[in-house]
């Protein structure tokens, strides 16, 4: 019979790949007391336990409001998705320039459905993309969204060129 203090100990059998392991009564105690205290304290930082003791919030104005922990997995999920979009949206402006004509200022520009028939079988998310550049600066149109088929004359206008 094993003690209360006695080491846990494995031993590897000659040919046969088993363990025989033999553990203490007080390790498995001591193991189990450590996880439980350390999802204790994991649950206090948790916002839908039902732990007395809940993290101070954020305020609004404050550094961090409205972000993700620093190192978390969301906001590294939030970093990917910025720069897939980024990439749409350069992947778009160098649509504009390919497919788009000159014009007298020097801008190249292009309607909306010969720019909508080109990119269809390139994203299906066409319009956030021209908005989320329009946002940054890189295109401009008139109006506030694009509909295929009402807003087919509507020009796109690139205003950088890059």
């Known amino acids: 019979m094993e003690t209360e203090d006695a080491p846990a100990h494995c031993a590897q059998s000659g040919n046969d790949s088993s363990e025989t392991c033999t553990v203490s009564v007080k390790g498995l105690t001591e193991n ?3 996880w439980s205290n350390d999802h204790c304290e994991s649950q206090k930082h948790n916002p839908f336990s ?3 003791v809940t993290p101070p919030q954020i ?3 404050q550094d ?7 190192g978390s997995k ?5 970093k990917d998705a910025h720069s897939r979009i980024n990439g749409e949206v350069i992947e778009l402006c160098q649509v504009i320039r390919d497919n788009g004509l000159r014009g007298e200022d020097g801008r190249t520009a292009v309607r909306f459905d010969a720019l909508f028939e080109r990119y269809v ?3 299906n998310k066409l319009v956030g993309v ?4 329009r946002r940054q600066g890189l295109v401009h149109f008139e109006g506030e969204m694009l509909w295929q088929g009402r807003d087919d004359g509507v020009l796109i206008t690139l205003l950088q060129q890059g």
């Open 121 to 123: 079988t390139i994203s």
């Open 74 to 78: 969301t906001e590294q999920r939030g």
């Open 130 to 133: 021209l908005l989320r550049a």
């Open 64 to 70: 961090g409001y409205g972000r993700p922990l620093e």
């Open 59 to 61: 305020q609004r104005g």
């Open 50 to 52: 039902n732990g007395k």
């Open 32 to 34: 189990w007391q450590k």
